[in-house]
């Protein structure tokens, strides 16, 4: 936005220099982006970068009331008379969306002579604050708006069907624009209409058929206040920024309507003659901004500027900035002018005490803090990362209590010595848990009791167990699941989990670690059921076990289906490795594809492990594809499909050398697994 220093000194007197001018605006956080001089005079013209959020500052008045806050001088706002109406003639005023529209103004002017030049000061001002003279009412029109900040807009009144409306625009409906496009508008627009037609968006663009011309008489003056919201909704809609939904979508103060209607008027039977009707409003007070009482607080100016100011270097500043003070004791309460529709909350009354008092005067303080520093190790992974796994996967972060039944207890694992409390709570809060399993078992019953057929929780808390006769604190993270493996849905067919789906859950928690670390190998425990049950090995130690909870314990917590569950000691997980660099092969890789017959007791684990010892190096990739029993394979053997896939990382391997390997991979394959070679 352009602003002239000689525009200026109308509303404002100061001595300062435009350069001088410039340095105060651009402390008190409006920017001055260029500083040019009106031809033939020493004046500047400030071209300025005005926040979002100051919507009050996009009129000369505005920036002159800023500017005379900011110097402790006194504002001279434009002095603006009413007008005697000289015919009763008018329009019918409809307004049926209040909400969006709850201040319109409106005037008739008759016998205009609209083909009258704009006077060269006025051409010369709105030209100089960067808009294009066009003709003398538009002209008039953009000159009140850039002096007072209120979009105004003029009709031709032969042009439009007796009445006002402001509704909102009805299906189908369409309107040519004054930059000559034709738009299709959509239902929730709002629009300024007549009795037949749509002749304006509200707060965007006039009409093209509306427009005032050569030929017109007798013109209509709008002057309304509309919700910023509808007007930036609109503008971005149809894709039209104009110097009037520019200020409205800020907020214009909704105070001003009358008075930029009454300026208007008095420019046009000034310069264009004519006889005015009478002033027709409808104001819905209720609907329009208000101010509330903010509270201020010394002790939060200071704590938020580092510094004490006096009470009537504070109370001074806030009148400056047109606000209403009161004191009561070490707080103030302020009211806003209504144009600062930006000022809402305490911090906002801190930060334009500051502004005017000068960033610059404002002392640096040091923090007085003592930071703490704790070292986080690169190779232990944050336990947030476990969670935000598992509830990627569709797991409930559970809490449950670190006091548990004694019975319950027992119910999970009879051989388990839980230390008691002397002081317990209840019966049912006596003993320290050495399990999460019992809290989050009792979670199942509580969401399955309430008709949950799809429960995944987990839970990352403190076990409390005995070793050499203390109590040692183990950090644990358990899991539970039961129900459907998916949402019900038609294009997957139903499926309970099971444990093969609750282990994919954790070797994707795995992977944050080193996968290649972990193995899963057969177990046995009290309270899983035999057969369904794995110890999780990491480097060949064990540091978890996953399971199917044992049918005995599902029948005492009436949990109907299978529950998987696992449970992992979180500090031997928790260790991760450093990614290190291994090089890529150059060379052509080459695979081979085995189908085996093995005892159905052999474990693919340990078919991985000993192809690893024989093929050495060159072994890439070893993939088990297939595992099937059936017919055509004796009872007590399985066929394994398995992938070999060889690359070296220094030259390419070559048929024969390929073909030793697999003779030593078969070799060895019969010799420690008695298996035979499927044809």
Not at 373 to 385: A, D, G, K, S, W
Request: charged share 25%; proline share 5%.
């Amino acid at each position: 936005m352009k602003v002239s220093k000689l525009w200026l000194k109308t509303l404002i007197k100061t001595s300062l220099n435009t350069a001088e001018i410039a340095d105060k605006l651009t402390n008190a956080g409006i920017e001055v982006d260029q500083v040019e001089m009106e031809a033939g005079s020493r004046q500047g013209i400030f071209t300025l970068k005005v926040p979002p959020n100051r919507g009050d500052c996009l009129s000369m008045e505005g920036v002159a009331r800023e500017l005379a806050a900011l110097l402790d001088q006194p504002f001279q706002p434009l002095m603006v008379t009413d007008f005697i109406p000289n015919h009763s003639e008018t329009l019918t005023l409809r307004v049926e969306e209040p909400e969006l529209c709850p201040h319109y103004a409106g005037c008739k002017i008759k016998n205009i002579h609209v083909s009258t030049p704009t006077p060269n000061w006025l051409k010369e001002k709105i030209e100089t604050a960067g808009i294009r003279s066009n003709s003398l009412i538009v002209d008039i029109m953009n000159y009140v708006m850039l002096e007072l900040g209120q979009p105004l807009h003029a009709f031709d009144v032969a042009t439009v069907d007796t009445e006002i409306v402001i509704r909102k625009a009805k299906s189908g409906e369409s309107i040519a624009l004054l930059d000559n496009q034709t738009i299709t508008l959509k239902k929730d627009t709002l629009v300024i209409a007549d009795k037949s037609k749509v002749l304006a968006i509200a707060g965007v663009m006039g009409g093209l058929t509306s427009s005032v011309t050569e030929k017109t008489t007798d013109i209509w003056i709008e002057s309304a206040y509309f919700d910023p919201i509808a007007v930036r909704l609109a503008a971005k809609e149809y894709g039209l920024k104009t110097d009037a939904s520019f200020r409205f979508e800020r907020g214009v103060d909704p105070s001003l309507q009358r008075r930029a209607m009454l300026r208007a008027v008095q420019l046009v039977l000034e310069i264009a003659g004519g006889s005015a009707g009478a002033l027709l409003e409808q104001k819905s007070e209720t609907l329009l901004p208000k101010q509330n009482v903010i509270l201020l607080r010394k002790e939060r100016i200071r704590r938020i500027l580092g510094m004490t100011l006096l009470d009537n270097n504070i109370v001074q500043i806030l009148q400056r900035l047109g606000m209403q003070v009161e004191r009561e004791g070490e707080t103030f309460k302020v009211t806003p002018p209504v144009f600062r529709s930006d000022i809402t909350l305490e911090v906002d009354l801190i930060e334009e005490i500051a502004r005017l008092f000068g960033f610059q005067h404002i002392k640096t303080q040091q923090p007085a803090a003592n930071l703490l520093y704790y070292p986080i190790p690169e190779t232990v992974l944050p336990t947030n990362r476990f969670k935000e796994i598992l509830i990627d996967r569709g797991y409930y972060e559970a809490i449950t209590y670190s006091f548990i039944d004694p019975l319950r207890l027992q119910l999970f694992d009879e051989t388990a010595k839980p230390w008691v409390l002397a002081n317990p709570i209840s019966a049912e809060m006596a003993a320290m848990r050495v399990s999460l399993w019992p809290g989050l078992c009792q979670a199942l019953q509580y969401n399955q009791n309430r008709q949950r057929d799809r429960i995944r929780l987990f839970e990352m808390g403190t076990c409390f167990l005995e070793e050499n006769g203390k109590i040692i604190e183990k950090q644990m993270l358990s899991g539970v699941a039961m129900g459907t493996l998916m949402q019900e849905q038609w294009g997957v067919p139903a499926k309970s989990v099971d444990f093969y789906d609750v282990k994919r859950d954790l070797e994707a928690l795995f992977s944050l670690v080193g996968l290649q670390d972990f193995s899963f190998e057969k177990s046995e425990r009290p309270q899983l059921h035999p057969g369904q049950t794995a110890a999780i090995l990491r480097a060949g130690k064990e540091v978890g076990v996953l399971g199917s909870l044992h049918p005995r314990i599902l029948k005492a917590l009436s949990l109907e289906g299978s529950v998987v569950a696992f449970e992992l000691d979180l500090a031997r997980v928790q260790s991760a490795s450093i990614p290190t660099f291994h090089p890529i092969s150059k060379f052509p890789a080459i695979r081979r594809d085995i189908a085996i017959l093995v005892d159905e007791g052999v474990l693919a684990s340990e078919l991985k492990t000993a192809l690893v010892e024989v093929v050495g190096e060159s072994l890439q990739q070893c993939i088990l594809f297939d595992v099937y029993q059936g017919k055509g394979i004796a009872p007590g053997k399985k066929s394994m499909a398995i992938g070999l896939i060889l690359q070296h990382l220094s030259r390419t391997l070559v048929e024969e050398e390929v073909n030793l390997i697999m003779q030593g991979v078969l070799a060895m394959l019969s010799s420690r697994f008695q298996a035979i070679l499927r044809e």
